[in-house]
């Protein structure tokens, strides 16, 4: 998406907010109405001019959408245009995730030329630094792009061809880094990084996503045993986190049990200590529940991918605890991850970002509507923190996102095991910046050496 379309704005590395498309905004003093200045030097690449009518009829059309981050929008109440480049947002409450939001997929901005296109998925058009060569690309497999000539920002885009090649197992990227087809990646595993460094490739280490455990039916919708906290918790004691780590990440990472970044104002570190290892203690809390036989937990499998290890290890420490795991073949991860945010399974694998905003990771896992709480999921509590969140000072908003954190470790909304540390390689001409909120790097932070 960065290689064809433009935010409204961008994240640095450190996740700080700068202009982008948008070159100045600011909020009105009860922060219900955000006012975007937007550059007036833009055009899409089929020759529209980027307006302010183009960016509101982006927002609603993403906000009122299929995407699973709509909900980042979803105290979007209207976006108007009032003037030519002049956008106002109106929140039906304020929203100190806003922000962040408009640099990544919901400040996407399309051509409005090509909104309802037949050709739109496979002729992307927007006013990024590349445009897709259809006739070159290989849906699935090989995406080639080619340098936008009428690009507003040319000093940012380092290339003037890009190839994106689709690899969905570590051996054929470790082959396409021997054989010098690739001169960076993401890597999926950590078992094959000296590998790679004999290579001649730099690797790039950051944690910043959590592997874990969703436990999504809080309510025992489906499952009736996942609706009491003590089921809930049986299954955190049950997983042993050390082992995990070093099965499926060689030991490379930090043990969990919270979902927020340690950079967080919400991170408390004595919390990794609530759910030691302990299939005892799991089978006592599972019989106070009700279940001293345990129950049956259908859950959803990857196919196809390096989850195996994970899956395997998941099913026989949940079995020593009572609990026998039943396993849902899905054919890829693009379906595994629809089958969790539309409420198919009570409980799945995933690994997602530990992010340092507390309000990202409300609108995500925590929030009705939110894509990773399928059954919306709510507690007046809950939603008493989540109105500080948004609306209290900065000093009230971080002691209501501490407290929230705190409850939904106690409450076993999750099973987080541990962050692992993932890693980009590049190769001896390239030179990479990570970035603190995103796994891959940004496509603009990816750079050839001079």
Not at 266 to 281: E, H, I, Q
Not at 364 to 380: L, Q
């Amino acid at each position: 998406m960065q290689a064809v379309y433009d935010t409204l704005l961008h994240e640095a590395p450190d996740g700080s907010i700068e202009p982008w498309l948008a070159s100045e905004w600011a909020y009105s003093d009860d922060r219900r109405t955000l006012t975007l200045t937007l550059r007036s030097d833009v055009v899409f690449s089929d020759g529209t001019r980027f307006t302010a009518d183009a960016a509101a009829q982006n927002l609603l059309r993403f906000r009122d959408g299929s995407s699973p981050k709509r909900a980042r929008l979803a105290n979007v109440a209207d976006v108007k245009a009032t003037g030519d480049h002049t956008v106002q947002i109106t929140l039906s409450r304020p929203d100190p995730g806003l922000l962040p939001s408009l640099a990544q997929n919901p400040g996407l901005q399309e051509s409005p030329a090509q909104f309802d296109a037949p050709d739109a998925e496979a002729v992307p058009v927007g006013s990024g630094p590349y445009i897709l060569d259809s006739m070159a690309t290989v849906p699935g497999s090989r995406y080639v792009y080619h340098a936008n000539p009428g690009y507003w920002a040319p000093e940012t885009r380092h290339y003037s061809k890009l190839i994106i090649n689709v690899y969905d197992q570590e051996p054929t990227i470790v082959n396409a880094i021997s054989t010098g087809e690739i001169n960076g990646a993401q890597l999926p595993g950590s078992g094959s990084i000296r590998q790679i460094e004999a290579a001649g490739f730099t690797l790039y280490p950051q944690e910043i996503s959590f592997n874990g455990l969703l436990i999504l039916d809080r309510d025992g919708v489906i499952n009736k045993a996942l609706g009491d906290v003590r089921v809930r918790q049986a299954i955190n004691h049950a997983i042993d986190r050390k082992a995990m780590l070093e099965a499926a990440a060689n030991g490379l990472g930090t043990m969990t049990t919270q979902v927020l970044a340690p950079s967080s104002p919400a991170y408390d570190a004595t919390l990794d200590g609530r759910y030691p290892y302990d299939p005892v203690k799991a089978r006592q809390l599972l019989a106070a529940a009700g279940y001293p036989h345990g129950f049956k937990l259908t859950m959803p499998a990857i196919a196809g991918t390096g989850n195996l290890p994970l899956a395997t290890l998941t099913a026989a420490f949940l079995g020593d605890a009572g609990i026998k795991v039943v396993y849902d073949q899905q054919a890829d991860l693009a379906s595994y991850v629809g089958a969790l945010t539309q409420g198919k399974f009570g409980v799945g694998w995933m690994q997602l970002q530990t992010s340092p905003s507390a309000a990202f990771v409300v609108a995500d896992r925590i929030a009705k509507g939110g894509p990773f709480n399928p059954f919306d999921t709510d507690r007046p509590q809950v939603t008493a923190w989540l109105d500080r969140i948004h609306a209290g000072t900065v000093e009230e908003s971080n002691e209501a996102a501490k407290a929230l954190n705190a409850y939904i470790v106690e409450q076993a909304w999750f099973d987080p095991w541990y962050r692992n540390k993932t890693f980009f390689a590049a190769d001896a001409n390239t030179v990479v910046t990570q970035q603190d909120t995103n796994t891959y790097p940004y496509l603009w932070n990816i750079k050839p050496k001079r």
